[in-house]
């Protein structure tokens, strides 16, 4: 199958590709629990999409945890990091879906973990060299639901947003791919759906990574 010129697919990673999102709440809730800080209903969800200076922040300023947020974000990473070398916790048919869609596209990988669990969950799966882009939030102005990490990975890509079909789980990914021009596809997190105005952005939902095949992307592409 040829490769489609000027057109490419941008993964989200925690919630699309690894099963992390509740490995992460469950570390910060932790965090909060060892400090005898109560947890906010909506801490949860706040902090999905957030960057690494954003979220350590937050739980510092919001939840109550105290220390400096650099010395928190360490000690969450070391944490995940330790958890993905004893198991790295991939999502069903996440393997399948990157490198058959590799086989026809440029990808991008939009994330907002850190640089380090996008370098050493990449590694682990074999799937470092499926993507010609990889962008952490932490190395962007911002974290989702600000689109400045999607914008940046369509300007690396070489392609303009409107070609390029992002993959996503959470409310704010999907808020900030739709915001930075791109073609939609919404794979909500069982344990984390996004909001009804979140996912009403994208232009198709599919319960499993299963239904993301090279002809669905092409016929995305095709109509935007």
């Known amino acids: 199958m040829a490769v489609a010129a000027g057109e490419g697919v941008v993964f989200d990673m ?7 999102e509740e490995l992460w709440d469950e570390t910060r809730r932790g965090l909060a629990a060892d400090a005898g800080r109560p947890w906010p209903p909506e801490a949860t969800r706040a902090q999905q999409g957030m960057s690494t200076p ?16 650099e010395e928190i974000a360490r000690t969450v990473i070391d944490r995940l990091a330790a ?19 590799a086989e026809r596209w440029p990808l991008g990988l939009a994330s907002s973990s ?10 682990s799966a074999g799937l470092t060299g499926h993507f010609r882009v990889t962008l952490s939030t932490e190395e962007v102005a911002a974290g989702k639901p600000d689109p400045v ?7 690396r890509l070489g392609m ?9 789980d959470s409310s704010n990914g999907l808020r900030a791919a739709s915001a930075a021009g791109m073609v939609v596809v919404a794979v909500p997190h069982a344990a984390f759906p996004p909001a009804e105005d979140a996912l ?16 669905l992307v092409a016929k995305l592409l095709a109509g935007n």
């Open 114 to 123: 850190p640089r380090r669990l996008i370098d050493a969950v990449l590694h």
């Open 149 to 155: 990490v999607y914008r940046t990975v369509a300007e």
């Open 54 to 69: 954003e979220w350590s922040r937050y739980l510092v300023e919001t939840v109550g945890i105290p220390g400096a947020p």
């Open 200 to 215: 009403a952005l994208a232009d198709v939902t599919l319960d499993r990574l299963a239904g993301l095949t090279p002809e």
């Open 14 to 20: 925690d919630g699309v590709l690894i099963e992390s």
């Open 160 to 168: 303009p947003p409107g070609r390029l079909v992002a993959v996503e």
């Open 83 to 101: 958890e993905y070398e004893r198991e790295l916790p991939l999502l069903p048919g996440a393997v399948q879906a990157v490198a058959r869609l």
